[in-house]
């Protein structure tokens, strides 16, 4: 079954811990995408990363780290750093950087930080 | 900047009704411009896409570069399309990629 996965779908910390949202998607996409998904706001890029061992940041990127160490898989760290980061955060991947075809969008992961 | 804005934050129409989604876009290249729809406990995902110049769900959107809009439109309202809809820009350059419009939520009412 080929997509695009998020674990876990929920996901509580107390402030001041680091967590890491995984993504994994196995449809041989090169490009992939972290946004954060708050009411009101539509989407906001993090993080997005066009090939293998390169990322580059988006909008909002600072309190937040990625590695792209395999194709398949693209995991947000959530740091201490960021003030606000209960947030509903959505992974995407595409073919390209460009995305012609468009994106291809996960479940999302809802984190609570308190 | 690159911009998307959408206007309507709630959009309620009837069943049967036309309905317009709008969208306007700020940039100076050649725009790619995206429709995602969120259907509630969905997640979300490509609609349409203005270079493939396609009706998904009898949903159209023409690109006007005049106006840079690239408004959806459906001519009969559907209750199934009640969802959350997003317009979305794609950049042709190494920065960011993509920029999504706040959202406009579709209700379509019985």
């Known amino acids: 079954d080929g997509g695009i996965t998020q674990s876990p779908k929920y996901l509580f910390r107390k402030e001041g811990q680091n967590v890491t949202l995984s993504c994994e998607q196995n449809l041989n996409h090169d490009a992939m995408y972290w946004y954060r998904q708050d009411p009101g706001q539509g989407l906001r890029l993090i993080y997005y990363s066009q090939i293998v061992n390169d990322f580059q940041k988006g909008d909002i990127a600072e309190g937040y780290s990625v590695s792209r160490e395999k194709k398949e898989s693209f995991p947000l760290t959530v740091t201490s750093a960021q003030k606000n980061p209960t947030a509903f955060y959505l992974c995407?991947?595409?073919?390209?950087?460009?995305?012609?075809?468009?994106?291809?969008f996960g479940p999302g992961t809802r984190l609570t930080v308190t | 900047a690159q911009r998307v804005t959408q206007p309507e934050k709630l959009l309620s129409v009837f069943k049967g009704a036309p309905v317009e989604l709008k969208c306007n876009y700020s940039?100076?290249?050649?725009?790619?411009l995206f429709w995602y729809v969120q259907y509630s406990r969905q997640r979300l995902q490509l609609l349409l896409r203005h270079i493939s110049r396609e009706s998904i769900k009898g949903f159209t959107a023409d690109l006007n570069k005049g106006e840079t809009s690239f408004h959806l439109k459906k001519p009969f309202a559907q209750e199934e399309d009640s969802a959350m809809y997003y317009c979305?820009?794609?950049?042709?350059?190494?920065?960011?990629?993509?920029?999504f419009g706040p959202g406009t939520r579709l209700s379509v009412l019985p």
């Open positions: 940039y100076s290249g050649s725009p790619e």
């Open positions: 979305a820009l794609s950049l042709h350059n190494y920065g960011q990629n993509f920029v």
């Open positions: 995407a991947s595409s073919s390209s950087g460009t995305a012609v075809g468009g994106q291809y």
